[in-house]
């Protein structure tokens, strides 16, 4: 009998952050697509804020005025044509300095804490980024990301007990390190084979690649 070696599952990394309203937006299709074209992906929380301003990127908090606007316009638009629940002034986003300064790195550690065991971490980040910006429930207290995890089939507590880890903070270090290296300057943004693709309104862009890679490998 031939045997044919299993191909190598496509790899792909997502920076970003877990308190990106456009990662939330994107979460859906992203999923599609690493269903459809078998991809290996990589969940990289990183530092947003230290990271950005190193890459040409502006935190919204930074921006001007017209930008500020636009960017509420904008996300707008897209919670009506995706059809996704999604509040323009949720109530634990911080409109200005966080009392927390590590208030959206605590999700982060939880689905890189996720991962480093060997689960799925998509359907976790997307509940977290759902909980903040649809269902007005504060990620920042351990005890909400547990509740999420739970309900989402993870063990919430164990996950969270792993947050602060050597290893977690580890790879969230390396994460924001990686993100400075390969031009990451926004959230989300996916690399593909070192391409870059910045935001959920290029994950067509994304795909398609996914389509020609697949073409050209026969996979």
């Keep these: 009998m031939t045997t044919h070696p299993t191909p190598t599952a496509i790899a792909l990394d997502c920076y970003y952050s877990l308190s990106s309203p456009w990662a939330y937006l994107g979460g859906p299709q992203l999923q599609d697509i690493v269903r459809r074209h078998h991809v290996r992906l990589t969940l990289k929380p990183y530092d947003f804020q230290a990271v950005v301003p190193q890459t040409g990127g502006i935190p919204l908090k930074t921006?001007?005025?017209?930008?500020?606007?636009?960017?509420?316009?904008?996300?707008?638009?897209?919670?009506?044509?995706?059809?996704?629940?999604?509040?323009?002034?949720?109530?634990?986003?911080?409109?200005?300095?966080?009392?927390?300064?590590?208030?959206?790195?605590?999700?982060?550690?939880?689905?890189?804490?996720?991962?480093?065991?060997?689960?799925?971490?998509?359907?976790?980040?997307?509940?977290?980024?759902?909980?903040?910006?649809?269902?007005?429930?504060?990620?920042?207290?351990?005890?909400?990301?547990?509740?999420?995890?739970?309900?989402?089939?993870?063990?919430?507590?164990?996950?969270?007990?792993?947050?602060?880890?050597?290893?977690?903070?580890?790879?969230?270090?390396?994460?924001s390190a990686d993100a400075i290296q390969a031009g990451v300057f926004g959230a989300p943004t996916f690399v593909l084979d070192g391409e870059r693709f910045w935001g959920q309104d290029r994950l067509a862009f994304l795909d398609r690649a996914l389509d020609r890679r697949r073409q050209a490998t026969g996979g």
């Design 63 to 175: 921006r001007p005025e017209p930008r500020r606007s636009y960017h509420a316009l904008e996300l707008a638009r897209w919670r009506d044509h995706l059809g996704m629940p999604l509040n323009l002034e949720p109530a634990y986003y911080p409109k200005g300095a966080p009392v927390d300064p590590n208030w959206n790195k605590y999700p982060g550690w939880m689905v890189i804490a996720a991962q480093l065991q060997g689960l799925d971490a998509q359907p976790l980040s997307h509940a977290l980024l759902r909980a903040l910006w649809a269902e007005e429930r504060d990620t920042s207290e351990a005890a909400v990301r547990i509740a999420v995890a739970e309900e989402n089939g993870y063990d919430g507590a164990a996950l969270q007990a792993l947050e602060r880890a050597p290893e977690t903070l580890a790879v969230y270090r390396a994460n």
